[in-house]
């Protein structure tokens, strides 16, 4: 069973405008931490933005925040002002599986298109 | 600032050769992940390592085998290579072992043939 689910294969959003990127994730730890990273066509595999689950404030950083709801396992990610840099695929990854230990648990990705 | 650094960025074998691949942490990081990516997939967890032993272990195939050294460098060995090991293999390291992020590496672009 996937641990994490992301269930927008593809999303589209126009330079300047918003999106917002679907996560949804299973666990039954109460400690856990999620994380959305970044993976432009270089490959690259760049951390966007980290949350601790036993923090109840959404994590921000500059353009890019979460919405995180605990009790709905549910943790998206906003990004505002939209800027051609930001087309890359977008992976959301849970450490929150004591089966693979300290290991990233990786969704499927959504790959995300900026138009100007 | 240092980041991950991995050798080969780039590596084409036949099928049944072997490959190693090389993964150089971050400064002070002592603990590494190797993950494979496969075309269009997400990145799979194959193993890790703390303080040069082996802390979890992923879906990594027997024909694998890694290791971390005095200086916390890691190797990935694949032997017997088929096809289906062509895929970008990403090394992680991250600053102590637990629940915090991991820095990727670049990866090395394995192409079986």
């Known amino acids: 069973a996937q641990t994490v689910t992301q269930s927008q294969p593809e999303m589209s959003v126009q330079e300047a405008e918003t999106v917002t990127l679907s996560c949804t994730y299973d666990?039954?730890?109460?400690?856990?931490?999620l994380f959305w990273y970044k993976q432009p066509p270089s490959r690259q595999m760049i951390l966007v933005i980290r949350?601790?689950?036993?923090?109840?404030q959404n994590a921000t950083e500059n353009r890019f925040s979460v919405n995180f709801q605990k009790a709905a396992k549910s943790f998206s990610l906003k990004i505002s002002d939209s800027q051609l840099g930001d087309a890359a695929m977008y992976f959301c990854?849970?450490?929150?599986?004591?089966?693979?230990?300290?290991?990233?648990?990786f969704g499927k990705g959504t790959s995300l298109l900026v138009t100007p | 600032a240092a980041g991950v650094i991995q050798s080969p960025r780039h590596l084409i074998k036949e099928k049944r050769e072997t490959a190693t691949l090389k993964c150089y942490p971050i400064?002070?990081?002592?603990?590494v992940y190797w993950y494979q990516q496969g075309p269009g997939q997400d990145p799979q967890f194959l193993i890790s390592?703390?303080?040069?032993?082996?802390?979890d272990k992923g879906s990594i195939p027997d024909r694998f085998s890694a290791q971390q050294f005095s200086d916390y460098h890691s190797e990935l060995n694949m032997s017997s290579l088929e096809l289906g090991d062509s895929a970008l293999y990403f090394c992680?390291?991250?600053?102590?072992?637990?629940?915090?992020?991991?820095?990727f590496g670049q990866g090395t672009r394995l192409t079986v043939v």
């Open positions: 992680a390291s991250s600053p102590k072992t637990g629940r915090t992020e991991a820095f």
């Open positions: 666990t039954s730890e109460s400690d856990y931490y």
């Open positions: 949350q601790e689950a036993y923090k109840q």
């Open positions: 990854a849970c450490i929150c599986n004591s089966n693979s230990g300290y290991a990233l648990n």
């Open positions: 400064p002070r990081h002592d603990t």
């Open positions: 390592f703390y303080e040069k032993m082996q802390s």
